[in-house]
C-alpha cells in the first residue's frame, strides 16, 4: 500500500563545502550521487560531517560552495520550507503544545489541503506507524518509541520525495532500536522514498543502507553497499572504523606481501606492485590451524565465548596481536596457551590505501 | 472559542489603550493656570471644595494643585526658567532649603501682598521665607484617662513613668522630631543651639517609640500606644468634640511654631496670579474657613475666630509670644551630622 | 527507627512551611482586620465589623479616579511590555546579536537602579523636552521597569527551548513567519504570559516611578493612598489595600481563565 503519491527523487551533491566559524570544515568538498528511492546512510564518528551534510540537504544549513540537486532541480538556494522533505530528529522535535494528530497535520495544515483530506492523510500515517488511537494524546504523554514514530508519521504523510533522518533511533534503548529498523526499513520500501539516514552505528548502517557513504573529518572516505564496505574497505580508516580487523603494514615485493621480518603474508597481488603498504583480514576470515608452513605461528593468549561463535586472539611470535573467530561447531577443543597457526585465504586479505 | 476571548480580552486592552494616550489631549484655552502645592487630608478637601473655586472665580484663572509629595526635588527637578510650581506651599525647613537653591523668592513686600500688613510678626520673621499663613504648635499631645497630671513642662515627657508609652520622631524625615532636638538643648543646655545637650537628653528619652508621620502619632495617642507624645495642637484638637481621650498641652518653655509658609518661584510665568493667590490665602474670611477646619492659627490679626477656636489656638499678640520660631537655616546645614549622631545614638 | 524520623521530618517540614506561609499571611490578616474595623486605628481585639471604611474608599472621587487610571496604565504597560519584552528576548537568545550579554544586562538594567532614580530622571527628561507629564510618559515608566520580567521569563524559556522544533516545522513547509506564530510563540507564552502579569503587578503597585510622573488629579492609586496616609491614617487606607489586593488578583484569574497560564512546556 504505497502511499507515496510522487516519485522518488535523487539527489546530487557537488563539491560541497561547508565551514564554520571560518575556520573548522566541517564539510569538505563533499559529492555523492543518492539514487531515488535508495535507502542511504551517512555514517562516521561524531564530527565527521554527516549531520551537517543532512543538514545541508534539508537546507537549515548554507554551503559555502557546491550545488545541491534534487530530482534534477537545484535547490541549494531554496529556503526549507519550500524543499518538500521530510525531516526525523533524534530528539523528535515535536510540538509539545499540540496533539499527536495536530503534529502529524501540521504540514498538510501549511500545505493549506482540505480539512477532510488532511483528517483521511493523518488517520492513514498514524495507523502505519501503528499509532491509531492515540490522536489526542500530547506528546509528553507517550513513550520514546511513540514519540518516533509520530515524529516518523509527521515527515511522511506530506509524502515527501527524500525523507532526511538524524539518528531517529539513537535515543532509543537497544532492543526498541532494532524493531524500529526494521520497521522503518519496511516502511521506507512500502512508500518508496528515498530515505538519507545518518547514523555512527555501524551495525545499524550495515543492516538497513542499500548504500553507505563512510565520512571521516568532513570527507568521503568510501561509498558503497554494506557488503562492499565490509568485505572491501579502501581505506585504512573505513577498515577500522567497520567491525573487528587485523592490519598488517608491510611491503609488496615481488609479487609477495612481506611484513617484519621477511614473512610472506596470504595475499592478492599483481605482481607489478611495489612499496610499502596494508592489508586488512576480517577475524571471521581467519582460520586456526596447525604449526604450518605459511601460517602466522603463535600461541592463544585469550578465548571469548560469544555464542555462536569463538573470539581468539593469538599473540604471534612476532609479538603481534591477531584477532581470528571461529564458528562453534561444538567440535574444538582449543585452549589457552595453545600453540597455533593463522591463515587465511589470499582473496581475504584487502589490500588498504596507505 | 478560547481563541475569540482572547481576541476580545486583547480588543479591550487594545481600545483602553487609545482611550488614555487620547485623554491629555484637553484643550488649554487662554486662561492662565497657577501652579501651586498645598496638604491633602481635611485641608485639602476645604481648597478643592470652596477655597480654590473663589480663587478661580475672582481671578478667572486655573489653579492646578499637587497633592503629591515630595514637592521640593519635583521644584528641584524642573527648570528654574520654567518652574513646576508658581507657589510652594510647605514647612518652614524645605522653604529653607528652597530659598537657599535660589528656587523661591526670600520675601514679600506688603506692595506685592498687601495683607501682610496685617499679620503676626512672626508670619515674616527672620525665621521665615516668603509667608506664613498659618501655623500649628508643636507641644505635648496625652491621654486623659491614665491617671497623668496634664504636663506643664517639656521635661514631663522624661518621666520614667511614661517608659513604652512615650511617642516620638524619627529626627531624619520629620521636622517635628527635629524642632523638639532644638527644644532639649534649650531646655538640658545653653539654647536652641547646644546639640550635645540636646543629644544626652534624647538618650534619657529612651525608650521611645518612634514614627514617621504625624498622622500616626495621631493613631497611637488615641489607640493607647502612647500616653504621651510630642504632637502639634492641630493633630489633637481636630478630634475635640468627638469624646476622645486625649488633649494637647502647651508647656511652660512655649510651644514650637510648625509654619505653613507660602513662597513664589522666580521664574513663575504668572507672578501676578502667584502674588494674588499669596494675597487670597491671608484674606480674613479665608483664614477663618482653613483655621476653623483644620485647627491651624491664622497668621492675620484680624481674623476672628468662633469661641471654641478662640480658646485654643494662637491669635492673641499674648499667645503668639509663646510661638518659639526654630532657625531652619541654621539645622538644615548640620542636618546630615545631625542624622548621623542620632541614629548612633538611638540604635541601642 | 526510620518511621519515627521521618514523621520528625515531616513535622519540622509542615512547621517550616506554616511559619513561612504564616510570615507571608499575617501582614494581609492584619490589614483586613484593620479594614472591617470601625476604629480609625488599629485597635486589637477588634471593636467590631462595618463596611464604612469601604465605603468611604469608593465614595472617595480621588480614590476612584486613580484607582481607574492605575488599572487603564497597568493594562497598558501589561501589553507593551509583553510585547516588547518578549521581542528583546527573542532578538538577545536568537539574534546572534555581538554583546548580547551586555545587551541582556542592559535591558535588565532598569531593575538594579533604584526606581526613584528612574523616575526623577524620566521627570527631569519630559520637562527638559518640553512635552510635560503626559499619561504615556508614565506608561513609559512602568513599562521600563516593567520590561525586565518580560524579559527574564521569556529568556528562560527560550534557554530550554529547543530550537529543532522549529526546524521540524520549517521543513513541513512553514515559512518563517508561520513557524513564528505556529510554533515559537504558542512555545514561548507561558513565559512571555508570566512576564505579563508580573508586568502588571509591578505597574499597579508602582510607587517610586510614579511619585515624579503624575500630574495634579493624575495621580495613580500608589501615590493617592500614600499622600492619604500623611494626613489622614484610617481604615480607608486598608479598604484601598484590600480592594489592591483583589484587583490585582482577579486581573490573574482573568489572564489564566483568558489566555491560559498553564505550562505544558517543562521549564
Not at chain 2, 265 to 278: F, H, Q, R, W
Not at chain 2, 311 to 321: G, I, Q, S, Y
Request: glycine letters at 8%; charged letters at 20%.
Amino acid at each position: 500500500m504505497a502511499q507515496s503519491g510522487r516519485p522518488p527523487a535523487s539527489i546530487r551533491i557537488d563539491g560541497v563545502t561547508k565551514t564554520f566559524d571560518g575556520q573548522v570544515k566541517a564539510v569538505d568538498d563533499v559529492t555523492l550521487d543518492i539514487e531515488a528511492g535508495e535507502f542511504f546512510s551517512l555514517l562516521g564518528p561524531s564530527g565527521c560531517g554527516k549531520t551537517t551534510t543532512l543538514r545541508l540537504i534539508a537546507g537549515f544549513e548554507t554551503a559555502d560552495a557546491g550545488r545541491i540537486v534534487v530530482g534534477g532541480q537545484d535547490i541549494t538556494d531554496l529556503p526549507v520550507h519550500k524543499r518538500d522533505m521530510g525531516m526525523v530528529f533524534q530528539s523528535y522535535a515535536l510540538f509539545p503544545h499540540r496533539t499527536v494528530a495536530e503534529n502529524v497535520a501540521f504540514g498538510l495544515r501549511m500545505r493549506g489541503l482540505p480539512k477532510a483530506e488532511i483528517a483521511e492523510r493523518v488517520a492513514a500515517a498514524l495507523k502505519q506507524v501503528a499509532l491509531d488511537g492515540y490522536e489526542a494524546r500530547r506528546p509528553s504523554q507517550l513513550s520514546g518509541g511513540q514519540q518516533q514514530r509520530v515524529a516518523l508519521a509527521r515527515a511522511i504523510v506530506i509524502r515527501p520525495a527524500v525523507l532526511l533522518c538524524d539518528e531517529p533511533l539513537g535515543a532509543l534503548d537497544r532492543k526498541l532500536r532494532q524493531s524500529m529498523q526494521f520497521e522503518l526499513k519496511q516502511l521506507q520500501k512500502e512508500l518508496g522514498v528515498t530515505l538519507v539516514f545518518v547514523t555512527h552505528d555501524q551495525e545499524e548502517a550495515l543492516a538497513m543502507s542499500d548504500r553507505i557513504a563512510v565520512m571521516n573529518a568532513g570527507k568521503v572516505e568510501q561509498v558503497g553497499a554494506p557488503s562492499e564496505i565490509y568485505d572491501r574497505p579502501r581505506t585504512r580508516f573505513v577498515a577500522d572504523f567497520i567491525g573487528e580487523i587485523n592490519l598488517f603494514e608491510g611491503a609488496w615485493s615481488g609479487g609477495r606481501f612481506v611484513t617484519g621480518k621477511d614473512r610472506t603474508l596470504p595475499a592478492v597481488t599483481n605482481g607489478a606492485r611495489s612499496g610499502t603498504g596494508i592489508i586488512a583480514v576480517r577475524p571471521e576470515k581467519t582460520r586456526l590451524v596447525g604449526e604450518i608452513d605459511g601460517a602466522l605461528g603463535g600461541r592463544i593468549e585469550t578465548a571469548n565465548f560469544l555464542g555462536g561463535q569463538v573470539l581468539y586472539r593469538v599473540v604471534t611470535d612476532e609479538g603481534r596481536a591477531v584477532l581470528a573467530k571461529e564458528q562453534n561447531v561444538g567440535t574444538s577443543s582449543r585452549k589457552v596457551g595453545d600453540r597455533v597457526g593463522v591463515a587465511w585465504m589470499p582473496s581475504d586479505a584487502v589490500s588498504l590505501e596507505a | 472559542m478560547t481563541r475569540l476571548s482572547r481576541r476580545a480580552a486583547l480588543k479591550v486592552a487594545a481600545a483602553s489603550a487609545v482611550a488614555t494616550l487620547a485623554a491629555p489631549a484637553i484643550l488649554h484655552a487662554q486662561v492662565k493656570t497657577v501652579k501651586i502645592t498645598t496638604w491633602g487630608g481635611k485641608w485639602g478637601d476645604i481648597m478643592k471644595a470652596s477655597v480654590l473655586p473663589a480663587f478661580e472665580k475672582e481671578f478667572k484663572c486655573t489653579v492646578s494643585a499637587d497633592q503629591a509629595f515630595p514637592f521640593l526635588p519635583k521644584l528641584q527637578a524642573s527648570s528654574k526658567s520654567d518652574p513646576l510650581y508658581d507657589v510652594l506651599h510647605t514647612n518652614s525647613n524645605e522653604q529653607w532649603m528652597a530659598v537657599n537653591e535660589g528656587l523661591v523668592m526670600p520675601k514679600f513686600t506688603p506692595k506685592e501682598v498687601p495683607n501682610i500688613a496685617d499679620v503676626y510678626p512672626y508670619a515674616v520673621s527672620d525665621k521665615i521665607v516668603g509667608v506664613s499663613i498659618f501655623t500649628s504648635a508643636i507641644g505635648l499631645g496625652y491621654r486623659t484617662d491614665k491617671g497623668l497630671t496634664p504636663p506643664k513642662s517639656w521635661k514631663d515627657l522624661a518621666d520614667r513613668k511614661l517608659d513604652g508609652a512615650r511617642g516620638g520622631y524619627l529626627i531624619p524625615v520629620n521636622s517635628l522630631g527635629q524642632a523638639h532636638l532644638m527644644m532639649l538643648g534649650k531646655l538640658y543646655g545653653k539654647g536652641m543651639q547646644d546639640l550635645d545637650a540636646a543629644y544626652k537628653a534624647l538618650e534619657q528619652l529612651k525608650p521611645i517609640k518612634m514614627v514617621d508621620f504625624t498622622g500616626q502619632m495621631e493613631k497611637m495617642l488615641l489607640a493607647g500606644e502612647v500616653s504621651m507624645g510630642i504632637i502639634h495642637d492641630s493633630g489633637v484638637l481636630r478630634y475635640e468634640g468627638q469624646n476622645q481621650p486625649v488633649d494637647f498641652a502647651i508647656p511652660s518653655e512655649g510651644v514650637m511654631a510648625l509654619e505653613q509658609v507660602l513662597a513664589v518661584t522666580p521664574g513663575s510665568k504668572v507672578k501676578e496670579l502667584a502674588l494674588a493667590y499669596v494675597d487670597f490665602m491671608l484674606r480674613p474670611d479665608i483664614q477663618k474657613q482653613l483655621s476653623e477646619g483644620v485647627w491651624y492659627s491664622p497668621s492675620n490679626k484680624k481674623v476672628k475666630l468662633d469661641a471654641k477656636y478662640d480658646a485654643r489656638l494662637f491669635n492673641t499678640e499674648e499667645k503668639v509670644a509663646k510661638l518659639i520660631q526654630p532657625d531652619w537655616n541654621w539645622y538644615n546645614a548640620r542636618k546630615d551630622d545631625i542624622d548621623a549622631k542620632v541614629a548612633r545614638l538611638l540604635k541601642g | 527507627m526510620s518511621a519515627r524520623r521521618l514523621d520528625a521530618g515531616r513535622v519540622a517540614y509542615y512547621t517550616l512551611n506554616g511559619a513561612i506561609l504564616t510570615f507571608l499571611l499575617l501582614p494581609l490578616a492584619i490589614v483586613a482586620v484593620f479594614a472591617l474595623n470601625p476604629t480609625p486605628y488599629i485597635s486589637f481585639p477588634p471593636v467590631g465589623v462595618t463596611l464604612r471604611w469601604f465605603e468611604k474608599f469608593f465614595a472617595n472621587e480621588d480614590f476612584m479616579r486613580s484607582l481607574w487610571l492605575s488599572l487603564r496604565v497597568a493594562a497598558m504597560v501589561l501589553v507593551l511590555s509583553t510585547v516588547l519584552g518578549a521581542m528583546c528576548a527573542l532578538a538577545l537568545a536568537r539574534g546572534r546579536l555581538p554583546g548580547a550579554g551586555i545587551l541582556t544586562a542592559f535591558f535588565m538594567s532598569p531593575l538594579m537602579l533604584p526606581a526613584i532614580l528612574t523616575g526623577l530622571a524620566l521627570f527631569q527628561v519630559l520637562l527638559l523636552s518640553g512635552v510635560g507629564r503626559p499619561v504615556w510618559g508614565l506608561v513609559m515608566g512602568h513599562t521600563l521597569v516593567a520590561v525586565p520580567y518580560v524579559l527574564r521569563t521569556t529568556l528562560a524559556v527560550l534557554a530550554n527551548f529547543d530550537t529543532r522544533v522549529e526546524e521540524a516545522a520549517s521543513s513541513l513547509g512553514a515559512s518563517p513567519v508561520r513557524v513564528f506564530f505556529e510554533v515559537t510563540l504558542p512555545l514561548i507564552r507561558p513565559g512571555v504570559i508570566a512576564g505579563g502579569i508580573f508586568a502588571f503587578i509591578v505597574s499597579f503597585d508602582q510607587f517610586p516611578i510614579s511619585l515624579f510622573l503624575v500630574l495634579p488629579k493624575g495621580e495613580t492609586l500608589p501615590v493617592v493612598l500614600f499622600n492619604y496616609m500623611k494626613f489622614d491614617l484610617d481604615g480607608a487606607i486598608a479598604a484601598a489595600s484590600m480592594v489592591s489586593i483583589v484587583m490585582a488578583l482577579s486581573v490573574v484569574l482573568l489572564l489564566e481563565r483568558v489566555i491560559g497560564l498553564k505550562a505544558y512546556v517543562k521549564l
